[in-house]
């Protein structure tokens, strides 16, 4: 780990506890919310969110399925925002909430953070968002970021993680002239062809390839979350094949550390990739800024050869996406001019790396190095952790939560963590578990609370020891209504 640099996670969790834990979660039946508790928290939403219903059911019409973000699909129904501000949220009939989505983790500084805003607007009324040629601040985020992350020697900037990710295996396999991705089962690089596959639960490969034919992830391979001796069976299997290009980790475990990885894990898999050929790619989506400016590679003090970069990248604001790393590699971007093989892998975008994200990004990014937002983020994630925690066991409820830094996670049902290895369990529980969490979602915000789908939390600079402890007295209102309580 970089000393010169702070990072968000004060302490590693013991990842061997933690899956002892989860795996005793889902072995015993689930602890729901009481029916008649359930109830009042459903009329919640009929009672207060009437407008919503109006806005969303309407959608449904010209929108399919009514919201446009998976985030969005809440239970028993979306409800739709008006205002951000800070650590709160106010929706459309004026009920405030704790923001625990923070959009999805994009946002460290908190909604809606006045200073960055303003360069945004000073900007537009200079030239406007786009105008489809060069501006000096892709330069001056480019710059920032080689600052953060030595080992991003070049960046391009693109609209999105998913797109950042196709990138980033194009030039993997431009540079390695192999085709083979490795990814780890349950991981979630966006929805390109190629990465639906092996989704959310590990061992799924194309349950969830609807619509993509089986050419588009013939290359793509999973293997078992922190399975390194799995890992390198395919490796070797590959370089009979043809190779590997790259292995692709989300750097604290898969779906942003669900199922988290122990502290050496990275360092092993870059050995691997090191005496394989293939590249490593970081996705730091969701680590890149949050965990602190030197991102995941820092923290771990892992140097992939490429890093894929979003959400925090322009602080939440539009086109949210890049891809860096070795200059030898990510120069194939750069219209056949000085890459290894001359080859130029193509990429595009209308409104990639346009002036409004450069500048948003900028100084999202200034402004979280200035004011050490990912270490006192990280620092809310930590004492709501331990207030979780102290809860639950007063409580002597069965529930896990753990964190790293302001990523926590809070884990009622577990249905995160069922997979193939029981598949009697995943067939039979799978349902019900997620209607659970659904459910625990729904209790949350009725008690004023946002999480995302019930079962992670992401802490920004905005959430102060007030909000925090605000929050764990609402949290424990709805654990008080626990069967069994
Ligand atoms: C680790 C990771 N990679 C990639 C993506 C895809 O990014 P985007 O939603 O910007 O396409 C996400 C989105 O949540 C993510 O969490």
């Known amino acids: 780990m970089s000393h010169t640099q702070q990072y968000a996670i004060s302490e590693y969790p013991d990842v061997a506890d933690i899956y002892r834990r989860l795996e005793e979660l889902v072995s015993q039946p689930m602890r729901q919310v009481r029916e008649e508790r359930m109830r009042e928290y459903l009329a919640y939403f009929d009672k207060k969110c009437v407008r919503s219903k109006v806005l969303t059911d309407e959608a449904k019409r010209f929108i399919p399925g009514g919201v446009q973000h998976n985030l969005a699909f809440n239970y028993p129904f979306p409800i739709a925002i008006e205002k951000a501000e800070g650590a709160y949220l106010w929706d459309v009939d004026g009920n405030k909430y704790i923001d625990f989505l923070q959009a999805g983790a994009p946002i460290v500084l908190g909604s809606n953070y006045a200073p960055v805003r303003d360069?945004?607007?000073?900007?537009?009324?200079?030239?406007?968002?786009?105008?489809?040629?060069?501006?000096?601040?892709?330069?001056?985020?480019?710059?920032?970021?080689?600052?953060y992350m030595p080992a991003v020697e070049m960046f391009r900037m693109l609209g999105s993680g998913t797109e950042s990710v196709m990138a980033a295996i194009r030039a993997a396999r431009v540079f390695t002239q192999k085709k083979k991705v490795i990814k780890v089962g349950g991981a979630y690089h966006g929805w390109s062809d190629s990465m639906v596959f092996g989704m959310h639960i590990p061992g799924t490969g194309r349950m969830e390839a609807t619509?993509?034919?089986?050419?588009?992830?013939?290359?793509?391979?999973?293997?078992?979350?922190?399975?390194?001796?799995?890992?390198?069976?395919?490796?070797?299997?590959?370089?009979?094949?043809?190779?590997?290009?790259?292995?692709?980790?989300?750097p604290v475990g898969p779906e942003s550390g669900t199922r988290p990885v122990p502290f050496d894990f990275n360092a092993k898999v870059r050995s691997l990739c090191d005496e394989f050929g293939a590249l490593l790619i970081f996705d730091e989506v969701v680590t890149g800024f949050r965990l602190g400016?030197?991102?995941?590679?820092?923290?771990?003090?892992v140097k992939p050869d490429i890093t894929i970069f979003g959400k925090c990248v322009t602080g939440g604001y539009?086109?949210?996406?890049?891809?860096?790393?070795?200059?030898?590699?990510?120069?194939?971007?750069?219209?056949?001019?000085?890459?290894?093989?001359?080859?130029?892998?193509?990429?595009?975008?209308?409104?990639?790396?346009?002036?409004?994200?450069?500048?948003?990004?900028?100084?999202?990014?200034?402004?979280?190095?200035?004011?050490?937002?990912?270490?006192?983020?990280?620092?809310?994630?930590?004492?709501?952790?331990?207030?979780?925690?102290?809860?639950?066991?007063?409580?002597?409820?069965?529930?896990?939560?753990?964190?790293?830094?302001?990523?926590?996670?809070?884990?009622?049902?577990?249905?995160?963590?069922?997979?193939?290895?029981?598949?009697?369990?995943?067939?039979?529980?799978m349902n019900p578990r997620k209607h659970m969490i659904e459910e625990m979602g729904a209790a949350y915000m009725a008690n004023g609370i946002i999480t995302l789908a019930g079962s992670r939390v992401y802490t920004s600079m905005a959430d102060t020891d007030a909000v925090i402890d605000e929050a764990l007295r609402r949290f424990e209102a709805v654990f008080s209504s626990i069967e069994g309580v």
Do not use: W
């Open 119 to 147: 360069k945004v607007i000073e900007l537009l009324h200079s030239c406007g968002p786009v105008t489809g040629l060069f501006h000096e601040y892709e330069l001056k985020l480019a710059e920032l970021i080689n600052r």
């Open 211 to 250: 619509g993509i034919p089986n050419g588009a992830t013939a290359n793509t391979q999973e293997f078992y979350p922190n399975d390194l001796v799995a890992l390198k069976k395919r490796l070797i299997a590959n370089r009979r094949a043809g190779g590997t290009a790259a292995v692709i980790v989300e």
């Open 293 to 301: 400016m030197g991102g995941a590679q820092g923290y771990f003090g």
């Open 318 to 429: 539009p086109m949210a996406g890049g891809v860096g790393g070795r200059a030898d590699v990510i120069q194939c971007f750069a219209a056949g001019i000085g890459g290894k093989t001359g080859e130029r892998a193509y990429i595009g975008g209308t409104l990639s790396a346009n002036p409004l994200s450069c500048v948003a990004g900028y100084y999202a990014l200034l402004e979280m190095e200035r004011t050490n937002a990912p270490v006192i983020a990280g620092r809310a994630g930590d004492r709501l952790t331990k207030g979780l925690q102290g809860i639950i066991k007063r409580l002597k409820l069965p529930f896990v939560v753990y964190s790293q830094g302001s990523i926590v996670h809070l884990e009622t049902s577990g249905v995160m963590l069922l997979d193939f290895k029981n598949v009697d369990r995943l067939l039979k529980e």
